[in-house]
């Protein structure tokens, strides 16, 4: 494993919400004795994390920003995310999103063929540096 990827949905400068690749190499080592050690890569301080779920059919067509900073970690299910640019991507069981557009005119989701579940990580609030995967205080 050369690097972790995950896909990045920001807003920019004047509001636009905007989809970004992100793959960044670990850092440093998880020491799990007397297995060997895993890779790590810190992605920020957390505040809170929660299971979260929507039905089949939901859908916030309505474009809306996140409340906060946050890391979905898709279990079951598929949603359907786009953002205001206009493009659209899907989630599902294995896919990561951090979504940073707190502000702006956010994105649009709607959950697809069956329930979807996910592991909501809300991050500190802080800004993304210009090297995607660091960070600093904002």
């Known amino acids: 494993m ?4 995950y896909v990045r949905l920001f807003s920019d400068a004047s509001g636009e919400s905007h989809f970004q690749d992100i793959a960044v190499s670990p ?3 998880l020491s799990v004795p007397p297995a060997p050690p895993l890779r790590m890569r ?3 301080p957390a505040v809170t994390v929660a299971l979260v779920g929507g039905d089949s059919g ?3 067509e309505v474009a809306h920003p996140v409340p906060f900073r946050m ?3 898709y279990l079951s299910g598929t949603v359907e995310v786009t953002a205001s640019d206009g493009e659209s991507r899907r989630f599902g069981p294995g896919s990561l999103a951090l979504l940073e557009d707190t502000r702006g005119k956010g994105h649009s989701t709607r959950v697809l063929d069956e329930d979807v579940v996910m592991l909501v990580t809300q991050l500190a609030d802080v800004e993304p540096d210009a090297e995607p995967g660091r960070i600093r205080r904002g």
């Open 2 to 5: 050369h690097a972790f990827r």
């Open 27 to 29: 850092d440093r080592e």
């Open 42 to 44: 810190a992605l920020g």
């Open 58 to 60: 939901w859908n916030g």
């Open 71 to 73: 890391l979905q970690s």
